[in-house]
C-alpha cells in the first residue's frame, strides 16, 4: 500500500504575453496565480509583456536561470495570428518538450470550444530543471489548463506519478 505523502509547495512564476492587456486588466494572469495560491503553491513573480519573442525569451530565460523558480506559467501569444510569438520565443531554451501537455488541453480545449481548439499551440517544456507551461491568453482557456492537467502533475501526492518527483533541487531539501 502506498504512504501518503506530504504537499511540497513549488515557487511559480506567470506571465502574460499580450499587447493590449495590463496588470489591472490582466484576467487570466491574475487566474493563474488565484489557483496557484489557492493550491498551496507561492507566487515567486508575475508580469506582464508585449507579444514580442525577445522580451518574452528574456523575462522566461530569466526565470529558468533562477535555482528558486520551480515553474513558469505563461498565458497569451499562443495563437496563428500577428504577433503570437510565444512557441517560437519558448520551445528554444525547452532541453525537452512535454507533448502530452498540448495534446492533452487541445482534447480538453475542444470539449469548449470544438474545432477552434486547432489554432492553440499551447505547449510545455522543461528547461534547467524548470517547468514552462505556456497556455493561450483566455481565462477559461487558462483555468482548463491548470485546474484539469497542471494542478495535478504538480501536486507530489498525484499517483502514480507527477512532475514535482522529477525535480532533484525540490526534493533535495
Known amino acids: 500500500m502506498a504512504t501518503e505523502r ?6 511559480i512564476a506567470v506571465l502574460t504575453i499580450s499587447d493590449s492587456r495590463t496588470e489591472d486588466t490582466d484576467t487570466s494572469g491574475r487566474a493563474l496565480v488565484e489557483r496557484l495560491i489557492g493550491a498551496g503553491h507561492k507566487l515567486y513573480a508575475k508580469h506582464v509583456v508585449r507579444d514580442d519573442v525577445y522580451q518574452i525569451r528574456a523575462v522566461v530565460s530569466g526565470w529558468i ?8 506559467l505563461t498565458t497569451g501569444g499562443t495563437g496563428v495570428t500577428g504577433r503570437d510569438g510565444t512557441p517560437e520565443a519558448v520551445t528554444v531554451l525547452f532541453d525537452k518538450q512535454i507533448d502530452g501537455f498540448g495534446e492533452m488541453f487541445r482534447v480538453l480545449s475542444y470539449e469548449q470550444i470544438k474545432t477552434s481548439t486547432l489554432q492553440s499551440r499551447a505547449v510545455a517544456g522543461v528547461a534547467n530543471a524548470t517547468y514552462i507551461f505556456c497556455m493561450p491568453g483566455s481565462t477559461s482557456a487558462c483555468t482548463t489548463a491548470w485546474d484539469a492537467l497542471i ?3 504538480l501536486d507530489y501526492r498525484t499517483r502514480p506519478c507527477n512532475l514535482v518527483e522529477l525535480m532533484p533541487r525540490l526534493l533535495e531539501r
Do not use: M
Not at 6 to 11: C, G, K, R, S, V
Open 151 to 153: 494542478s495535478k502533475q
Open 6 to 11: 506530504e504537499f511540497l509547495p513549488l515557487q
Open 65 to 72: 536561470a533562477e535555482v528558486a523558480v520551480n515553474v513558469v
